[in-house]
T-cell receptor
Framework: GAVVSQHPSRVICKSGTSVKIECRSL??????MFWYRQFPKQSLMLMAT?????????EQGVEKDKFLINHASLTLSTLTVTSAHPEDSSFYIC????????????FGQGTRLTVV | GQNIDQPTEMTATEGAIVQINCTYQTSGFNGLFWYQQHAGEAPTFLSY??LDGLEEKGRFSSFLSRSKGYSYLPLKELQMKDSASYLCAVRDSNYQLIWGAGTKLIIKP
């Protein structure tokens, strides 16, 4: 199957700093990338959907100025958590899709962010 | 509103058979997905249904009834490594994935 690489897998940062998470599709062109957040023992919560070359669409309640998403190419999307706080500590997962219709969503390995 | 329901937790014995159910109410339907997620890891794809009936894919088959808004994932010959959460997700009319909360499957020797 297709491979999506997410980096870093774990990051610890100080409160107030920014953290960038990368999501790369290694062997296909990801027209659409999705960013999810998952708190312990909870389901995946979609944060935003990004299409290559256009602005991301954020879900209700997700601050776009805090969670900056860039999808500059068909193989790379980045999520930057700005001015991180302890409550932002979570498991962040990206997934990538080649398009609509039957498009299996391929997931990255996830990034566990801990803000201290 | 949109809703995906799955049992929170199930327990089964190694070697046994278990069936994980998923019911959904969504605005439109463009397919139902099953994913497996081990603790601390990203979900991995198991199965996909868009038409009614049983979709067989190796160890992981899945059944769909669109009229009933219902799917199930049968797991046979359970192994300890099958201990994980199983997530049901439905793609709605906007092609967004709506996720269930997942079913934690505990397998005992």
């Amino acid at each position: 199957g297709a491979v999506v690489s997410q980096h870093p897998s774990r990051v610890i940062c100080k409160s107030g700093t920014s953290v960038k998470i990368e999501c790369r599709s290694l062997d296909f062109q990801a027209t659409t990338m999705f960013w999810y957040r998952q708190f312990p023992k909870q389901s995946l919560m979609l944060m935003a959907t990004s299409n290559e070359g256009s602005k991301a669409t954020y879900e209700q309640g997700v601050e776009k100025d805090k969670f900056l998403i860039n999808h500059a190419s068909l193989t790379l999307s980045t999520l930057t958590v700005t001015s991180a706080h302890p409550e932002d500590s979570s498991f962040y997962i990206c997934s990538a899709s080649e398009g609509q219709g039957w498009s299996e969503a391929f997931f990255g390995q996830g990034t566990r962010l801990t803000v201290v | 509103g949109q809703n995906i329901d799955q049992p929170t937790e199930m327990t089964a014995t190694e070697g046994a058979i278990v069936q994980i159910n998923c019911t959904y109410q969504t605005s439109g339907f463009n397919g139902l997905f099953w994913y497996q997620q081990h603790a601390g890891e990203a979900p991995t794809f198991l199965s996909y249904n868009v038409l009614d009936g049983l979709e067989e894919k190796g160890r992981f088959s899945s059944f769909l009834s669109r009229s009933k808004g219902y799917s199930y994932l049968p797991l046979k010959e359970l192994q300890m490594k099958d201990s994980a959460s199983y997530l049901c997700a439905v793609r709605d009319s906007n092609y967004q994935l709506i996720w269930g909360a997942g079913t934690k499957l505990i397998i005992k020797p």
